[in-house]
């Protein structure tokens, strides 16, 4: 995890509102994404998720949909995205995120093994609601996995098992990288 290791040591942080945000490649798409590092990346959570058991992948929009559909790629496991449009679709299942706005899930059904997989959670209230949501139509969560976990932020993910591959604190000065999987 080299290239992962270096690339949250040398991200960037900018301030908004007394917030310090890490601006990644992963996570954002600045700077530029390495192939190298999200290579890297797909490989790391191929290696330390469960997915033998899963059926589907699925990834909230907007920013972990890339490391998503490369992870699908390499496992044939089918990717669906949790969209920020309603769509209509028959099954079609609603949810809203902490920040009000509203989500929707297609193609997810009861009894579906699902990945839950994403590039950053902070404090956790996305992917709760959407574990949630995908618990409200009957689908088994196996895992939640994540690239990059802020530790130094408050957490509502208590009931939940986030697999990362690195955890970092984010401070004005920078992203200090607290913990990495060794693979």
């Known amino acids: 995890m080299k290239r992962l290791l270096t690339s949250v040591e040398e991200a960037p942080v900018v301030e ?10 992963i996570s954002n798409g600045l700077p530029t994404l390495d192939p190298a590092l999200i290579r890297e ?8 998720t469960a997915l033998e058991d899963v059926d589907k992948i699925v ?29 209509g679709l028959p099954g ?5 995120r902490p920040d009000g706005e509203t989500l929707y899930v297609n193609d997810v059904q009861a009894g579906d093994r699902v990945l839950v997989l994403d590039d950053l959670v902070s404090t956790g ?8 949501a995908l618990a409200d139509v009957g689908a088994e969560v196996v895992d939640v996995s994540v690239v990059v976990r802020r530790v130094d932020t408050d957490t509502v993910l208590t009931d939940l098992d986030v697999s990362s591959l690195v955890d970092v604190h984010v401070h004005a000065d ?4 607290v913990d990495i999987v060794e693979l």
């Open 92 to 96: 079609e299942a609603s949810f809203e």
């Open 41 to 48: 990346v797909v490989n790391g959570i191929v290696e330390t």
């Open 59 to 87: 990834s909230p929009v907007t920013m972990g949909i890339h490391v998503a559909a490369a992870v699908s790629l390499v496992t044939d496991i089918p990717l669906v995205v949790v969209r920020d449009r309603e769509y």
């Open 174 to 177: 920078g992203a200090e990288v």
């Open 16 to 25: 908004r509102d007394g917030y310090h945000y890490l601006v990644h490649p």
């Open 125 to 132: 209230e996305s992917l709760a609601a959407v574990v949630e």
